[in-house]
C-alpha cells in the first residue's frame, strides 16, 4: 500500500476549500472595490487547477500500477491489460470521469487567470468567482457521492475495464468531448458576470468568442470521434443514432454554434446582446443538462433513476442551481443592456439573426425529442419510443433551409446588404450544384430521387463558401500570381469562414452518398466459398483462433477481389473478454478513396463456415473529412491575431475591414 | 450501467448486438415485399435494446420480432396494421417514430411552433424598430459621402 492515493484524497480536499476561497473573495472584492481581494482570484484558480491536477495524477497513478486496494481501480481495471488502456481506464468510469471534468472545469479558470491580463480587473474576478462556485460544487458532488479514492480489504484481481472502451478512439474522446463541453462554463462564467455587473459591449464578445470557439473546436472534434468511433466498433456501420447520449452532447454543438455566430454580431455591431447572453447561458446548461443525462441514469430508465437517486439529484440540484440562478439573473438584469446598432433584415446581421433562429429551433427540437419519453414515462408511467424517425424527419428539413443559405451569409454587407450583387457573385457555385445534381441524376438512374438534390446542395455549399474568397483574389480582373499573393495575404478568419462552412458541405455529400446508395450483402460461407458484393468478390479463407493478454479473438481471413484482381487481404473478428464474459466485434473496414468496405463478422459454425455482412459504404469518409475541416478551421480562427486568447487591446490598433467577419 | 453511459455513444447497444448474426439464417421475402419488410424493421425497437430498431439488432427479442413483420406481411397486412398488431402486443414503446396523436402533440409540434413564433417575433421587432431607425444610406453611399467630406478639407 502506497499513499499516492491518499495524496490524491487530500489534494482533492485541498482543492475543495481553495475553491470556496475562490467563490467568495474575488466576486466581494468586486462589489468593494478591493483589488487585492480581487487578486485572489488568481492564485487560487490557479492553486485549484494545481490541486485538482494532483489528485487527478494520483488516481491515474493507482491505475497505472494496478493499485486493486482502491475500489475504484478494482472495478474498472485489470492487470493484464495494456498499459494505454490503464491509464485511459481512470475516465473510463463514472468518478474518474467526474474528476476530469472538474479538472478541466479548473483548467479553464486557471487559463482565464493566467491569460486575461487584459481583461478590466472587476470582470475578471466576477468570471473566475463564478468559475469558482462550479468547481466548488462539482467537487462536493465528487467527495460526497463519488469519491474515487476509496479503498478496500482486501485486494482482489480487478474488474476490467468494459471492453468496448479498450479502444483508442474511446480513449482520447471522452477527454476531447469534456473540454468542449466544459469549455462553455467560461462563457457561462463571462455571461454571468457580465449580467451581475449589468454591463456589456463589443469588447465583452471579444474576450468571449475565443473561449467559445476553442470549446467549440473541441467538441466538434469529440462528436466526430465519438461517430467514428461508433461506426467502426459497433460492428453494423451506422455513424449517428439520435441516441439520447449522443444527442446530449449535440445540444451544446448546436446552441454553441449558433453562439459563435452570434457573438460575432455582437462584437461587430454591438447588437443582438440580449440574446448572446441568453445563448451563452443556454449553451452550458445543455453541457450540464448532458452530464446530468448520462450520469444520473435517467435515460435508461426513470426507474434506475429512481433506485439510487443520490448522485442524480445531486447533479439534478446543480443544474437547477446554476441554470434557474443564471435565468433568474438574467431576468432581472437584462434588460439594463441596451440594444445595439440596428439593421435592415437583408444584411450580414440577418443572415447571422437567421442562422440563429435555425440552430435554435433545431436544439430545442432535439431537446424535446431526447426527453419527452423521459418526461411522458414520468407522468404517466407508460413508455414511448422516440427515435431515428422523429429526428430525421423533424430536423434535417429544418436544416435544409440553413445550408441553402449559408453561403449568402460571408457575402452579404452588414447593415443592409445588396442581395443583386450577393446572387452575382453565387452564379457560379449555382452552375456547379446543378450541374451535380444534373451528373448525379444521369449516374444515378432510378436512385432515391432526393440524393441528387442532395449532392447538388452539396456542391452547392462547397463551392458557394469560397465565393468570398475567390472575390477577394480579385479574380479573373488581377493576373493569376497577384490573386494568389492576395490570397495568401487574405485574413484568417475569411478563410476559416469559408472552409468551416465548406466542411459543413463535404460533410453532407458524405451523409447524402452513403444513406442513398449504401448496399449491403449478407452471406453465409464454408472455406473456399465466395460471395458478390457490389463490386467486390469476397472469398472465405479460414479461420484463426488466437488469444491475448485479456481476450481471445476469432478471425475469419478473407481475400477482398475486385474485377478478379486480388485488392486486399481482410480480417473481421470477434473477441472475448473473459473478465466481464463480454463479446465485442471487430469489423474489418477496407478503405478505397473516401469510400469503404465494411465486413462484419457473424455466427461461426462448429464446420468453421462463417456468416459475414458486407456494406459497401460510398463515400463515407467525407462525413468525418468534412468535421476535420470545420475543426481546423476553427484553429485558423483562433490563431488570427484578432481573436487569439487575451488580445482584444492589440487587435484595435488594426484597420478593421468594413466586411471582415 | 455507469460505464455504458459513460461513452457519449451508445455503447449500451453493443451488448444487445452480441453480433451473431444470426440474420442471415432468416428466410427473406420476396423482393417488394422484404423492402416493405425492411422499412418496417428500421422504425420498430428491438425492446429490450438501448436504443437499437430491430433491424441493427440481434438479439432474439430482434429476430422473434422479424420474423413477426414478415409473418404479418405475408399475410397480406398493410403497415400500418402491422404496426397496430405490434403495438398492441407491445405498446407504443416499441414505435421508434412516435405516433402522431395528443399525447405526442407537444413534441411534433415543437419545432413547426418554435419557427413560426421565431420568425413573428422577428418580424414583429424589425417592423417597430428595425428599419425605420436604420441609416437610410447604403454602406457605399455612406462611404461616397466620407469622401466627398474629405475632399471639402
Known sequence: M????????????????????????????????????????????????????????????????????????????????????????????????????????????????????????????????????????????????????????????????????????????????????????????????????????????????????????????????????????????????????????????????????????????????????????????????????????????????????????????????????????????????????????????????????????????????????????????????????????????????????????????????DIRGVYQRLLFALICGIVALVVTMGLTRGGPWLAPVGVGLAFWLIVGSFAEVFQKSGWPGVGLSRGLSRLVGLKRSIWSTAIAHAGVGVMLLGIVAVTSYETETVAALKVGETVEAGDFQIKYLGFVTQSQNNYTEDRAELEVYRDGELVRNSGPAKRFFPARQMPTSEAAIETFGFSQLYISLGEVKPNGSVALRIWWKPQILLIWIGSILMVFAGGLSLSDRKLRIGSPNRAKNKQVAPNAA | MRLKSLCAFPAAILVCVLLSLSAIAEERLEGGLEDRARALFSELRCVVCQNQSIDESDADVAKDLRAIVREQIVAGKTDKQVRAYLVNRYGEFILLNPVVAWHTIILWLTPLLLLIGAFAALYYIVRNRGIAQTSTLSEEEERQLAKMLSKRD
Open chain 1, 2 to 417: 502506497n499513499v499516492t492515493v491518499e495524496l490524491g484524497h487530500v489534494a482533492l480536499i485541498v482543492a475543495l476549500s481553495l475553491s470556496l476561497v475562490q467563490s467568495i473573495l474575488p466576486i466581494w472584492g468586486a462589489q468593494v472595490g478591493s483589488a487585492k481581494l480581487m487578486a485572489t482570484g488568481i492564485t487560487t484558480s490557479l492553486a485549484s487547477f494545481g490541486f485538482i491536477a494532483v489528485s487527478f495524477f494520483c488516481l491515474m497513478w493507482a491505475y497505472a500500477q494496478s493499485d486493486f486496494s482502491v475500489v475504484n481501480v478494482w472495478q474498472n481495471s485489470h492487470s493484464q491489460m495494456p498499459f494505454i488502456y490503464k491509464l485511459s481506464g481512470t475516465w473510463g468510469n463514472h468518478e474518474g470521469s467526474m474528476l476530469l471534468w472538474v479538472l478541466i472545469l479548473a483548467l479553464f479558470g486557471a487559463c482565464v487567470a493566467a491569460f486575461g491580463d487584459n481583461l478590466p480587473a472587476r470582470l475578471k474576478a466576477n468570471v473566475l468567482s463564478v468559475q469558482g462556485w462550479m468547481i466548488l460544487t462539482f467537487l462536493l458532488f465528487i467527495v460526497l457521492t463519488s469519491n474515487p479514492f476509496e479503498r478496500q480489504v482486501p485486494v482482489p484481481e480487478g474488474q476490467d475495464l468494459n471492453p468496448i472502451l479498450q479502444d483508442i478512439g474511446l480513449a482520447i474522446h471522452p477527454p476531447m468531448l469534456y473540454i468542449g463541453y466544459v469549455g462553455f462554463s467560461v462563457t457561462f462564467s463571462f455571461a454571468v458576470a457580465a449580467l451581475i455587473e449589468g454591463r456589456m459591449d463589443s469588447a465583452w464578445a471579444r474576450w468571449v468568442r475565443p473561449w467559445t470557439m476553442a470549446a467549440w473546436i473541441f467538441l466538434t472534434a469529440g462528436i466526430a470521434m465519438g461517430s467514428y468511433w461508433a461506426y467502426y466498433e459497433l460492428g453494423w456501420g451506422g455513424w449517428w443514432f439520435w441516441d439520447p447520449v449522443e444527442n446530449a452532447s449535440f445540444l451544446p454543438w448546436l446552441s454553441g454554434t449558433a453562439l459563435l455566430h452570434s457573438a460575432l454580431v455582437m462584437e461587430k455591431r454591438d447588437a443582438l446582446k440580449i440574446w448572446t447572453v441568453l445563448l451563452a447561458i443556454i449553451t452550458f446548461s445543455l453541457s450540464l443538462l448532458g452530464t446530468f443525462l448520462v450520469r444520473s441514469g435517467v435515460l435508461t430508465s426513470v426507474h434506475t433513476f429512481a433506485s439510487d437517486p443520490t448522485r442524480g439529484l445531486f447533479i439534478l440540484a446543480i443544474l437547477s442551481a446554476f441554470v434557474g440562478g443564471a435565468f433568474f439573473l438574467f431576468a432581472l438584469r437584462s434588460s439594463r443592456l441596451e440594444a445595439g446598432g440596428l439593421f435592415a433584415p437583408i444584411s450580414r446581421e440577418g443572415a447571422l439573426v437567421f442562422n440563429n433562429v435555425i440552430l435554435s429551433t433545431a436544439a430545442a427540437t432535439v431537446l424535446v425529442g431526447t426527453l419527452y419519453p423521459v418526461v411522458y414515462e414520468a407522468l404517466t408511467g407508460a413508455k414511448i419510443s422516440v427515435g431515428p424517425p422523429f429526428f430525421n424527419m423533424t430536423f434535417g428539413p429544418l436544416m435544409l433551409p440553413l445550408l441553402l443559405l449559408i453561403p449568402f451569409g460571408p457575402l452579404m454587407a452588414w447593415k443592409r446588404a
